[in-house]
């Protein structure tokens, strides 16, 4: 009967992994390189100008955040940094891990915490806390980022209806519009005055910031430069996209918000008990560190709270 729990539990356990990590559907792809035959052979005025708008961005260089698999690790890291914009620097970021693992190691052993768990705990305080909080950082520069972006782009419209050329609008965004939008728009500029050329710099700007607004913004600039058009027009246009594009996230946020709580309870439950019963009484829980048995248990119980975890971010996140 153990033997038949145990195979049963394998299965559904290999079940759920292959569930979470299953790629996208093979129809799916057979249906976008079908219709991807039927533009090419359309003579639709709107098909070929489709066509024209995706050679120009596939004419554009690759971004380097797309293509993090060939970035080092100290180069992912930098890139990081510097997206937070508060211009820390690799060396402080490497004081500050080392400084977190000491702190929490020598208070773990006046605990009187194991050796193995003061080590094992402390190197992961010293990864996670700063990785988490760059995150944050990021997070929260990018959202203040993208909330005036529109307001940018409708002072670049304005600009150019009165006659001022682009490069001039984006020094007037650079003055005007407060925050890390004024702050990138700057740093735009400033490149172009040393002699990159436009294109190229927005193109730095993309790479580090990674947002898709942004790239909305380069690529209807280097679309416009490709097919000629009203400038003005088409930033408006955008603006209101990203405008709408905003609202949706608030909603998508705001439908999500229940199932997200509900996740982050069941998630963090089991290891703030054994937190709770651990301070109360550490003699209770020593087993888990020094028996074999209750070792391969809770790295049994580890495993399944991840594919648990995985499954629930899975579906509660939502692409715009």
Do not use: C
């Amino acid at each position: 009967m153990n033997n038949l729990v145990l195979i049963f539990g394998a299965m559904v356990s290999l079940g759920l992994i292959v569930f979470a990590l299953m790629g996208p559907a093979t129809g799916k792809a057979a249906n976008r390189r079908l219709g991807a035959v039927k533009m090419r052979h359309s003579d639709s005025v709107d098909v070929k100008l489709e066509q024209q708008m995706r050679k120009a961005v596939a004419a554009r260089k690759p971004l380097s955040f797309n293509a993090e698999d060939k970035m080092s690790i100290t180069d992912r890291l930098r890139l990081r940094l510097q997206q937070t914009g508060k211009g820390w620097t690799l060396s402080q970021y490497l004081y500050v891990m080392v400084g977190i693992f000491v702190i929490a190691f020598a208070a773990l052993l006046l605990r009187g915490a194991p050796m193995t768990l003061g080590l094992g705990l402390s190197m992961f305080l010293a990864l996670a806390l700063p990785h988490f909080a760059v995150g944050y950082l990021i997070k929260k520069r990018i959202t203040n980022f993208t909330s005036k972006f529109p307001e940018a782009i409708e002072l670049l419209v304005r600009g150019l209806k009165s006659g001022l050329p682009v490069g001039e609008t984006l020094g007037v965004v650079a003055r005007e519009i407060p925050g890390p939008v004024g702050e990138e728009f700057k740093l735009v500029t400033e490149k172009i005055k040393i002699g990159k050329t436009m294109e190229d710099a927005l193109q730095d700007t993309a790479d580090r910031l990674g947002t898709p607004e942004f790239q909305f913004f380069v690529i209807t600039l280097a679309i416009q430069r490709e097919t000629g058009g009203n400038l003005a027009e088409t930033l408006s246009n955008l603006a209101d996209v990203l405008r709408k594009r905003a609202q949706m996230k608030l909603k998508i946020r705001a439908m999500s918000s229940e199932s997200k709580a509900s996740a982050y309870i069941v998630g963090s439950l089991p290891f703030v008990v054994f937190a709770l019963v651990w301070s109360v009484n550490p003699n209770y829980l020593d087993g888990f560190f020094t028996e074999t048995r209750l070792m391969i248990a809770g790295g049994i119980g580890l495993i399944w709270m991840g594919i648990g975890v995985a499954i629930m971010a899975k579906m509660v996140s939502f692409e715009i």
